[in-house]
């Protein structure tokens, strides 16, 4: 079993900062890429940003310049610094990894997808 677990969420007024943090444990052989999406009410969910485990980071054109994604391998460990926070960023935010949960599944390319519960962010004034 692989649990991701989200933190660091609540709520902020609007050209605020928060740090979201997402630890991952249980079966993990090793870790590709980790992320963080998000969904709001009413909406598709949308990738937000991702890491590789080389360190090479994406973004959604909609949070570039204002989110930054980090990840500590030795923890397997990812955070999303977010500043200047609009009302638009309110949603659930979901962590998200792509691992090899065995040797074997590493051997047999077998790259497994998991989500965390998720975590609130408001941005209102």
């Known amino acids: 079993q692989v649990q991701l677990v989200e933190s660091g969420g609540g709520l902020v007024q609007p050209g605020g900062s928060l740090r979201l943090s997402c630890a991952a444990s249980?079966?993990?052989?090793?870790?590709?890429?980790m992320g963080w999406s998000r969904q709001a009410p009413g909406k598709r969910r949308e990738l937000v940003a991702t890491v590789t485990s080389g360190g090479s980071a994406n973004y959604a054109d909609s949070v570039k310049g204002r989110f930054t994604i980090s990840r500590d391998m030795a923890k397997n460990m990812v955070y999303l610094q977010m500043n200047s926070l609009k009302p638009d960023d309110t949603a659930v935010y979901y962590c998200?990894?792509?691992?090899?949960?065995?040797?074997?599944?590493?051997?047999?390319?077998?790259?497994?997808?998991?989500w965390g519960q998720g975590t609130q962010v408001t941005v209102s004034s």
């Open positions: 998200t990894a792509h691992l090899y949960p065995s040797a074997r599944a590493q051997a047999l390319r077998s790259i497994y997808d998991y």
């Open positions: 249980g079966s993990i052989f090793s870790i590709n890429d």
